[in-house]
């Protein structure tokens, strides 16, 4: 089992910046893909960013050119830092693991993940 922790989130500006750390525990998650999503209130919980075991990076149309996700395998941790944010990025986050087992599936959809955290609340007021 991997058990997956978010933090960083909170209040900030528009056109502020934010990091979102996702802490892995139970299993070394170096060989799975990390994922981070999004719901906003009264929305479909949508997929951000994607970084997958061998560290290629994908990312939503929406934050593209904002947003980097990143990994430090030593840490069992998966970073999204997230520049230029706007009130529409205001969210619960979410961290997803998929394991090897999903590899082929949808790297874009949540059935393609095993393993979610708890979310962090990103505010961003204009």
């Known amino acids: 089992q991997v058990q997956l922790v978010e933090s960083g989130g909170g209040l900030v500006q528009a056109g502020g910046s934010l990091r979102l750390s996702c802490a892995a525990s139970?299993?070394?998650?170096?060989?799975?893909?990390m994922g981070w999503f999004r719901q906003a209130p009264g929305k479909e919980r949508e997929f951000v960013a994607v970084?997958?075991?061998?560290?290629?990076?994908f990312y939503a149309d929406s934050v593209k050119g904002r947003f980097a996700i990143s990994r430090d395998n030593a840490k069992n941790t998966v970073y999204l830092q997230m520049n230029s944010l706007k009130a529409e990025d205001t969210a619960v986050y979410y961290c997803?693991?998929?394991?090897?087992?999903?590899?082929?599936?949808?790297?874009?959809?949540?059935?393609?993940?095993?393993?979610w955290g708890q979310g962090t609340q990103v505010t961003v007021s204009s």
């Open positions: 139970g299993r070394t998650v170096s060989s799975y893909g």
């Open positions: 997803a693991a998929r394991s090897a087992s999903l590899r082929g599936s949808n790297l874009y959809a949540d059935k393609g993940y095993n393993y």
């Open positions: 970084i997958t075991w061998s560290g290629a990076t």
